[in-house]
């Protein structure tokens, strides 16, 4: 269950978890397709240090499998629907293979009736079809609870920004025995313990003239440079290494200090 993409493509394993088996050998490669928005894609080197979490996965990864990136930037769980994306996922994966699930943000945008959608309902439906359609494939999918913003209170504690969005994956996890990776809660937690100062370092806020791409500076409290898509994509390679959904001899420098240096961003987009 192993294979190499191209080199701006992450790489995955996956270990199935109990009802989850899929026939694979050595010699079966195994993809593991990224499925989400903003803060998961691929950007170009004209936009670093700006990179998301499938783009800095592969730090965290040995050889001995391959993930494709396809989340794109501004996508909600219905635009990438609509946008083909879906489709474009299912007519290249196989039985075995993995598809992580990671949408909220841009589902949230109620004056935008091209993305938004209801958490009990429209956001839940939407998100169904990745499930139940990735499955007819004998596929194994995965769902990714939104990364939490860079809003702190006057206490400088992180402000939950995602709404009903988190609860009603996590329900829809449980209700149809999905694989859930909580990283709302996980990257909670981090944004915490690095704090007001310390999370800028992982965010898109830059002061003008520190990077080419950005005379002006920046001051995103949603997308992440190098070191956040890193620390992001630790906690999902961590949180499939601790449910069993990989196996261990699949990741490598869990707890390691990567150099943001190892994140890659290509000339052009990979899809």
């Known amino acids: 269950m192993r294979a190499a993409l191209t080199a701006v493509v992450a790489v995955l394993p996956i ?11 050595a010699a079966t490669p195994v993809h593991v397709y990224i499925a989400g928005d903003s803060t998961a894609s691929t950007y170009v080197s004209s936009l670093a240090p700006r990179a998301g979490w499938g783009q800095a996965l592969p730090v965290f990864l040995t050889s001995r499998a391959a993930a494709v990136n396809v989340a794109k930037s501004g996508a909600s769980s219905k635009s ?27 589902d949230e945008k109620a004056d935008d009736p091209t993305r938004h959608t209801e958490p009990s309902t429209t956001y839940k439906r939407y998100l169904s079809q990745y499930i139940d359609r990735s499955r007819a494939k004998g596929a194994v999918p995965v769902l990714v609870t939104p990364v939490e913003r860079r809003h702190f209170n006057g206490a400088g504690v992180i402000s939950p920004s995602h709404g009903a969005y988190p ?3 996590r329900e829809l996890a449980a209700a149809k025995g999905v694989p859930l990776i909580d990283l709302t809660a996980s990257s909670t937690a981090l944004w915490n ?38 620390e992001v994509a630790r906690l999902v390679a961590t949180g499939l290494r601790n449910q069993g959904i990989l196996p261990s001899a699949d990741f490598q420098r869990l707890t ?8 890659v961003w290509p000339r052009t987009a990979p899809y």
């Open 15 to 25: 270990v199935p978890l109990p009802g989850t088996e899929v026939s694979a050998s």
């Open 80 to 106: 990438f629907v609509d946008l083909g994306r879906l489709d474009h996922i299912l007519a290249l994966i196989k039985q075995g293979d993995l598809l992580l699930i990671s949408f909220g943000h841009n």
């Open 167 to 169: 609860a009603a994956m």
């Open 193 to 230: 313990r690095a704090g007001v100062e310390g999370t800028k370092k992982h965010f898109m806020i830059l002061k003008a003239g520190q990077y080419p791409n950005y005379p002006n500076g920046s001051q995103d409290n949603t997308h992440f440079q190098a070191l956040g898509a890193i």
């Open 256 to 263: 390691d200090t990567i150099p943001t240096s190892a994140v």
